[in-house]
T-cell receptor, first 111, second 112 residues
C-alpha cells in the first residue's frame, strides 16, 4: 500500500512562532487533505487541496499541493496554545475513494 | 446541520467476543468509511459503504464486516475479537463526488 512519510514526528515550539511540516508519498495523489486531532477526538478537516501546485489558506494555516503530486506542506503562522495537537496528512489516489494517512506530527506549544 | 456521531464512545470486550459499533453520517452525506487508529498511528482504512454496499476494502480480515442502512447510517462488526483489535475506530462520512471526509469522535475499543 501507499507509504506516507510525515515529518517531523514531533515538535516543540514557542508561542508566536511559525510551524512547518510536510508529507511525502511513494506514489502520486490527486487530493491532499490536512487534519488536526485532539486527544480523545476524531480528526478535524483543516484544508483540502485538489490541484498540483495549489496553495490554500485557512486563517493562520497554509497548505500546498506539491508539483510532483507526491508531497504536501502545511504551515501554521504565529502559533497559539490551541494549536497543540496531532496533525495528519492524508492523500487520495485517482479512482480510489480511501484516504491514506501519515503517522502524524505532534505539536506542543510552549507559552 | 448535524455532524458525524458514533456510539458507544468507549467499550471493553473480552478476547473472542463480537462487537458492533454504530455511526450516523453527517446530514446530506451518502458515503461512510470506517478507519482503525492504533495508538500513536494514523487512521487505517477498513472499508467504505455507498448505496448500502461495500465499495472498497483495506487490508483487514473478513471478521471485520459492515452494513449501511437506507438512511446512510452504518455499523461496523468485528467477530472473534483479538487483543490487537484494541484501537480507536473512526467513522467518516462524505458525498460521492467530494473527497473531504468528516470524522466522528470515534469509539475507543479495548479488548482484554
Amino acid at each position: 500500500g501507499q507509504q506516507l512519510n510525515q515529518s517531523p514526528q514531533s515538535m516543540f515550539i514557542q508561542e508566536g512562532e511559525d510551524v512547518s511540516m510536510n508529507c511525502t508519498s511513494s506514489s502520486i495523489f490527486n487530493t491532499w487533505l490536512w487534519y488536526k486531532q485532539d486527544p480523545g477526538e476524531g480528526p478535524v478537516l483543516l484544508i483540502a487541496l485538489y490541484k498540483a501546485g495549489e496553495l490554500t489558506s485557512n486563517g493562520r494555516l497554509t497548505a500546498q499541493f506539491g508539483i510532483t503530486r507526491k508531497d504536501s506542506f502545511l504551515n501554521i503562522s504565529a502559533s497559539i496554545p490551541s494549536d497543540v495537537g496531532i496533525y495528519f496528512c492524508a492523500g487520495q489516489n485517482p479512482n480510489d475513494y480511501k484516504l491514506s494517512f501519515g503517522a502524524g506530527t505532534t505539536v506542543t506549544v510552549r507559552a | 446541520e448535524t455532524g458525524v456521531t458514533q456510539s458507544p464512545t468507549h467499550l471493553i470486550k473480552t478476547r473472542g467476543q463480537q462487537v458492533t459499533l454504530r455511526c450516523s453520517s453527517q446530514s446530506g452525506h451518502n458515503t461512510v468509511s470506517w478507519y482503525q487508529q492504533a495508538l500513536g498511528q494514523g487512521p487505517q482504512f477498513i472499508f467504505q459503504y455507498y448505496r448500502e454496499e461495500e465499495n472498497g476494502r483495506g487490508n483487514f480480515p473478513p471478521r471485520f464486516s459492515g452494513l449501511q442502512f437506507p438512511n446512510y447510517s452504518s455499523e461496523l462488526n468485528v467477530n472473534a475479537l483479538e487483543l490487537d483489535d484494541s484501537a480507536l475506530y473512526l467513522c467518516a462520512s462524505s458525498t460521492r463526488d467530494r473527497t473531504e471526509a468528516f470524522f466522528g469522535q470515534g469509539t475507543r475499543l479495548t479488548v482484554v
